[in-house]
């Protein structure tokens, strides 16, 4: 049975007008489950968090990452590479901390190393979602970079435990779980980087 359009005011509501209006809005973001993440089992945790606001699943594997993949994935940019100082120094001054590096360049060579590693540990899961305001929603679900930071509610406020500092000690990459595009530029980006046209439905 057809169900009738619901009338709001002058206008009548449809089905069909919501379809066309998710068609104009819809984005797509990338969102990469770490190694950390598979090996805790929170695949299915993390995915139905994010299908049941009504994002959709349009690309989805499990790999292993090789050494070009991960190095392409993170490239060290002079601006990533200014901002994950600034932060790196500011969260190490805010504990009393002396911060050793001088050079944003130097410290985000380094870094990448860490994090390629880091990506490279063991499995990890790989997922397109499409949706309005995708991009922007799925990184208020996943919650701040470092999880100590992360609001209770979010993915990494509810699922890892790790800091800047604690990595630091350690020399190694933040532990967070979880890696979504930043803008839609970057989701274009790492989507290209991740999937092969062919890969993604519709």
Known sequence: MQKKPIKIGQESYSHQMEQEIYQKMKERTFVLIKHDGVAKGLIGEIISRFERIGLKIVGLKMLLVDEELAKNHYKVTKEWATNLFDKSKKAAEKNGKKFPFKDSIEYG????????EYLREGPIVAIVFEGPHAVEIIRKMVGHTEPRQALPGTIRGDY???????????????????????????????????????????
């Open 109 to 116: 060579k380094m870094i990448q190393v860490w994090n390629q």
């Open 160 to 202: 890892i435990i790790d800091s800047y500092d604690f990595a630091d000690r350690h020399k190694r990459s933040i532990r967070n779980l979880i890696h979504a595009s930043e803008n839609l530029q970057e989701a274009d980006r790492e989507i290209g980087l991740w999937f092969k046209k062919e890969e993604l439905v519709h």
